[in-house]
């Protein structure tokens, strides 16, 4: 049981680049999430999943899309990547909706720098 | 205002030593509240949920001030290991989604 796993741990991009931030859980759980964390900020939401084939804009949605095709995966994709997107992003999921006190999982995180 | 404020800290502070952090929350609707750790290049995780009336798990006690709109973490006898960020964080009654506060630093001495 591995939890939250994401891929790749660490990347460089130059500004202008592409790329997909993959989250995988095999917990079973229905929700899903994408958060960017930057210094002297809390966590901020990008993109949420309350299931499989369904996608919802958090708080900072701008620059980023995302997709869930299989429940287990997560995708987060940046199409033109800009400095300010140079943050550690987490992803989390949970059983069921947070009303219900449920608990997010997170996985180790994803640090990128866009030069 | 941001919608939940810490103190970022850092508290240094020696073991042994009882510590307290508040955070304050801005929306005075909101119903659920929750304390996560952090540690250096790492996930969060959930440290502890916080109830209207208050709740104590082993040396950590989280209590919550509805009327001044915050909440507190008591950790007592701390350890080395205590050594985090400490993450305050608030449900939006709107829509169901997680505020987090920038968190505190916590570094024990020996």
């Known amino acids: 049981n591995a939890g939250v796993t994401q891929t790749p741990k660490f ?5 202008g680049q592409s790329m997909t931030l993959l989250c995988a859980q095999d917990m079973n759980h229905e929700y899903m999430y994408w958060y960017r964390q930057d210094p002297g900020m809390g966590l901020r939401l990008i993109h949420y999943s309350v299931g499989e084939g369904t996608t919802a804009k958090g708080e900072v949605p701008d620059g980023y899309n995302v997709s869930r095709l299989k429940k287990q995966n997560f995708l987060l994709g940046l199409e033109s990547a800009a400095p300010s997107q140079t943050s550690v992003y987490f992803c989390a999921s949970s059983y069921s909706d947070l009303r219900w006190q449920e608990t997010q999982y997170f996985g180790p995180g994803t640090r990128l720098l866009v030069l | 205002r941001k919608e939940v404020e810490q103190d970022p800290g850092p508290f240094n502070v020696p ?3 009882t510590v307290a952090f508040n955070c304050t929350y801005s929306n005075s609707a909101s ?3 929750f304390w996560y750790r952090q540690d250096c290049r790492k996930e969060p995780k959930l440290l502890m949920s916080v109830y209207s009336s ?4 082993g040396r950590f006690t989280a209590q ?3 009327a001044s709109q915050y909440i507190s973490l008591l950790i007592r006898d701390s350890k080395l290991s205590d050594s985090a960020t400490y993450l305050c964080v608030v449900l939006m009654d709107s829509n169901y989604q997680l505020i ?9 001495k020996p």
């Open chain 2, 100 to 108: 987090w506060g920038a968190g505190t630093k916590l570094i024990i």
């Open chain 1, 11 to 15: 990347r460089v991009l130059k500004t």
């Open chain 2, 64 to 66: 919550l001030n509805r």
């Open chain 2, 54 to 57: 208050g709740n104590e798990d």
């Open chain 2, 15 to 17: 073991e042994g030593a």
């Open chain 2, 31 to 33: 119903q659920s509240f």
